[in-house]
């Protein structure tokens, strides 16, 4: 993970997507990603029904655009605005413009210890991809393979919070 100042933390809502993103995932954006991917989830009731956790995915290959999408709209239609969810996302895209609107309108935060302990203090569930640029990157023929690269971070944010993974 990337370590921000203080001063850098950008996100006063973690996990509130905006009532405009949510009304075009759930509508427009859910008709063109169902007829690009045809995504199904499984299992939104082995959830826990409230207060924080941790949601790992991980990243089949490319910019992961495919599984973002896919799942930002399942997760619309089947929570609507009731439910946050805060996906982790690199921090520089939280220093420049229209990356920063983009944040703001999906309830992302940086991927920081900092961000990621005041999210799940206000009770908000975290998104994270720990493998992020290594698994994104890897050769295609490789996307049917989770491979953090090593990383932890989430395993320590778990252990250190108590919350379920």
């Known amino acids: ?4 100042n203080k001063q850098d933390s950008v996100i006063d809502s973690p996990g509130r997507a905006s009532d405009r ?16 991917f045809r995504p199904t989830i499984l299992g939104w009731e082995h959830l826990p029904s409230h207060g924080p956790f941790l949601l790992v995915a991980n990243h089949s290959a490319g910019l992961g655009l495919a599984e973002l ?5 399942l997760f619309a239609r089947e929570f609507d605005t009731a439910r946050p969810l805060a996906g982790f996302a690199h921090p520089i895209g939280f220093r420049f413009w229209p990356m920063t609107a983009l944040h703001a309108e999906l309830g992302t935060i940086p991927s920081t210890y900092e961000d990621a302990y005041r999210a799940l203090e206000q009770g908000v569930p975290l ?8 698994e994104t990157m890897r050769p295609v023929w490789q996307a049917n393979r989770v491979d953090f690269g090593g990383r932890r971070g ?10 379920p993974v």
């Open 21 to 36: 993103f949510v009304r075009f995932l759930r509508g427009p954006g859910y008709a063109i990603v169902s007829r690009l």
């Open 69 to 73: 999408a896919s799942f930002a709209v």
């Open 154 to 163: 989430f395993l320590r944010i778990a252990k250190k919070t108590q919350i």
């Open 127 to 134: 998104l994270v991809f720990p493998g992020g640029d290594h």
């Open 1 to 4: 993970m990337v370590e921000l």
